[in-house]
């Protein structure tokens, strides 16, 4: 299988990163896109994000050899639905949802008869929409992908090929697992950034003062997480639900063991976490995933 034909359902931070992507490393392919957004669809037009901007879904996979769903994933369903009478018969269907056993799950409902391959490309921004987007946001960053155990070979290996094309690093994954995965990784990172912004927010008489005035690189980072778009987290935690609240309670009991730590004077144990999780940093700059250099080389895009 051949994929000479992409169309883009969503053209915020992913969808318009994935057709600048294609034009800059795989021009050979043909991009169509649609967002529900009329103001989206102008602002992509004008970026060139891909190139057709469709005034619907429909119309946008109607020659596509595969359609890649950048939506909310609470609106994924219905999103699906709508281009059901219209998608080649031998179109792959994916998306880039953070969550995948819904996900799987939706699409399938939705689109019984085509091949399904769910993909996560973990990488983004705490920014959102069509301006948001640039071609390099998949260099060396990991996709995830989590094909049905029945699922099309020569269908994997396209969507792989095609990732790999826009730089990035492939991953085959159990759904299941990978929700484990992302919810360490991702989803709780991102409740506790949401919570402790939150709190800062609900003290109100300090933050207008010195918690603002005096953001240290802790709190700014926080902040920096805390910006992601609510309408995707919202759906993220939503979606993984089962898997966020086992890594919730895991983390709630190590959060636990910390404060006993802290209130017995146990400098050994406080020493013995910070090592390890000083070492663990170490290796994510080692492979690649992050800069070592001040605000961790990001641009003013980032």
């Not at 090929?161 to 697992?177: K, Q, S, T, V």
């Not at 912004?197 to 003290?203: N, Y």
Request: with cysteine; aromatic share 6%.
């Amino acid at each position: 299988m051949k994929i000479e034909k992409v169309a883009i359902i969503g053209l915020g931070l992913l969808g318009g990163s994935i057709g600048l992507a294609v034009k800059q490393h795989a021009s050979e392919i043909v991009t169509t896109g649609f967002d529900h957004d009329a103001s989206v669809r102008d602002t992509a037009r004008e970026r060139g994000l891909v190139d057709t901007v469709c005034n619907s879904a429909a119309e946008a996979v109607r020659e596509a050899d595969l359609v890649i769903f950048c939506v909310p994933m609470g609106a994924l369903g219905d999103a699906a639905c709508s281009i059901s009478q219209s998608a080649q018969p031998h179109a792959v269907i994916s998306d880039v949802g953070s969550a995948k056993q819904g996900v799987a799950e939706a699409l399938a409902k939705a689109l019984p008869n085509h091949t399904i391959i769910p993909a996560h490309p973990v990488a983004g921004t705490e920014q959102s929409g069509p301006d948001a987007g640039f071609a390099n946001l998949f260099t060396n960053r990991w996709c995830i992908l989590t094909p049905p155990a029945d699922a099309n070979e020569a269908a994997v290996k396209a969507l792989s090929d095609f990732w790999r094309g826009l730089g990035a690093r492939i991953e085959i994954m159990d759904p299941e697992h990978h929700d484990l995965v992302l919810a360490v990784t991702s989803h709780i990172p991102h409740l506790i950034a949401f919570t402790i912004v939150g709190t800062a927010s609900d003290l109100e008489d300090v933050t207008r003062g010195e918690v603002i005035k005096y953001s240290a690189g802790g709190f700014r980072d926080f902040t920096r997480i805390a910006a992601s778009d609510p309408v995707m987290w919202r759906d993220v935690f939503l979606s993984n639900k089962s898997a966020v609240l086992e890594m919730l309670g895991r983390f709630t009991e190590d959060l636990t063991a910390l404060q006993r730590a802290i209130r017995s004077g146990d400098g050994e144990k406080l020493h013995d976490l910070f090592s390890r999780t000083r070492a663990i940093r170490r290796s994510i700059i080692e492979q690649g995933q992050d800069d070592e250099r001040p605000d961790f080389g990001r641009e003013d895009h980032l």
